[in-house]
């Protein structure tokens, strides 16, 4: 399979604990995207990176969420300190440039 | 990025067409119309996008209208499977707009046998 993925699928954690997503973006894809989903609303934009390089943030990336793109090819996404509100599905996306978005299945995130 | 107005809901009849709308009148010249679809429990999956002229592929037509302030989605035999949620999003072609997707709430589209 050739598409995006990610990993884990599901993660449940406690309040206060840090987790780390990670998304493998289609081979090639130079452009990496970070979106959130909550429940009945559409995705929302977080982040995005064109290689290596970080160039827009949300204002609805506060400074507990940190991403990173390291080496150009795969993401991850960590959130410190987790609250309840953070619960939601974590989505990856890739892109050639400006042509359209592919989407992997999305991290789905609970905090207790 | 023009904000895009659709229905909360339809429903179609398996086998026939379904006819998806969606506004957006504060479009510009510079913006494209795109058309995603999710699938419950599933990312977002590309259907199809267009400027101005008419559009079609293997999933899906396009068609906007000459001022480009509303376009609709068909899909033209409807089956079970796409029982999805469509969203309408207009993106600017600029390249300093980074590309991100601005989505709206989207059409829940329930197709029934």
């Known amino acids: 399979d050739t598409g995006v993925s990610q990993d884990p699928r599901h993660k449940i954690t406690k309040r206060g604990q840090n987790v780390t997503f990670r998304c493998d973006p289609i081979s090639e894809h130079n452009r990496l ?3 959130r989903q909550t429940l009945g609303q559409g995705p929302e934009f977080l982040t995005y990176f064109q290689n290596e ?3 827009e943030k949300s204002r609805l990336l506060s400074d507990r969420f940190s991403a990173e793109r390291p080496k150009g090819s795969f993401s991850t996404l960590e959130i410190q300190r987790t609250e309840q509100g953070d619960s939601a599905m974590y989505l990856c996306a890739s892109s ?5 978005q592919f ?3 999305g991290t ?3 905090v207790l | 990025d023009a904000k895009t107005t659709q229905p909360t809901s339809m429903d179609c009849a398996e086998g026939r067409a379904a006819n998806l709308p969606c506004n957006h009148s504060t ?3 510079n913006e494209y119309v795109y058309w995603y679809r999710q699938i419950h429990s599933q990312g977002p999956q590309y259907i199809i996008h267009g400027l101005k002229n008419n559009e079609t592929n293997e999933m899906a037509s396009l068609i906007i209208t ?3 302030k509303s376009s609709t989605l068909i899909l033209p035999h409807a089956t079970l499977r796409d029982t999805a949620v469509y969203y309408c ?3 600017s072609r600029r390249k300093a707009a980074g590309n991100k997707l601005t989505f709206g709430g989207g059409t829940r589209v329930l197709v029934k046998p």
Do not use: H
Request: aromatic content about 16%.
């Open chain 1, 33 to 35: 995207y970070w979106y």
């Open chain 1, 96 to 100: 050639s440039g400006t042509k359209e």
């Open chain 2, 27 to 29: 479009i510009s010249g």
């Open chain 1, 108 to 110: 789905r995130l609970t």
């Open chain 1, 53 to 55: 390089a970080q160039l």
């Open chain 1, 103 to 105: 989407f992997g299945p």
């Open chain 2, 89 to 91: 999003i207009v993106r």
């Open chain 2, 66 to 68: 000459e001022d480009r």
